[in-house]
């Protein structure tokens, strides 16, 4: 089992940034895929980034890149979803999920961060 919790969610302006976490715990995820979704009301969930747990590779939404970064902390368990430049189209429920890198699906969800952003 892997548990999965998010913080840093909040309020902010247009323009503005913030910083989610994710702290992982509950097994190693050295071979682990982590993602960060997020789900906007009315909307399905969506892959905003993603990455491996060496950090050899990432994935970015073409609605984020150039805005958000994902980076991991191998020692202290936890990824990192680093916003700037944001947006009121940015405004969702923000969640972070692991999958093993040999599966497509994610096995793991947090339990989700609010982000507003005001325009």
């Known amino acids: 089992q892997v548990q999965l919790v998010e913080s840093g969610g909040g309020l902010v302006q247009a323009g503005g940034s913030l910083r989610l976490s994710c702290a992982a715990s509950?097994?190693?995820?050295?071979?682990?895929?982590m993602g960060w979704f997020r789900q906007a009301p009315g909307k399905e969930r969506d892959v905003v980034a993603s990455?491996?747990?060496?950090?050899?590779?990432?994935y970015y939404a073409d609605s984020v890149k150039g805005r958000f970064t994902i980076s991991r902390d191998n020692a202290k368990n936890t990824v990192y979803l680093q916003m700037n430049s944001l947006k009121p189209e940015d405004t969702a429920v923000y969640y972070c999920?692991?999958?093993?890198?040999?599966?497509?699906?994610?096995?793991?969800w947090g339990q989700g961060t609010q982000v507003t952003v005001s325009s």
């Open positions: 509950g097994r190693t995820l050295s071979s682990y895929r």
């Open positions: 990455i491996t747990w060496s950090g050899d590779s990432t």
């Open positions: 999920a692991a999958r093993p890198n040999t599966k497509y699906d994610y096995d793991y």
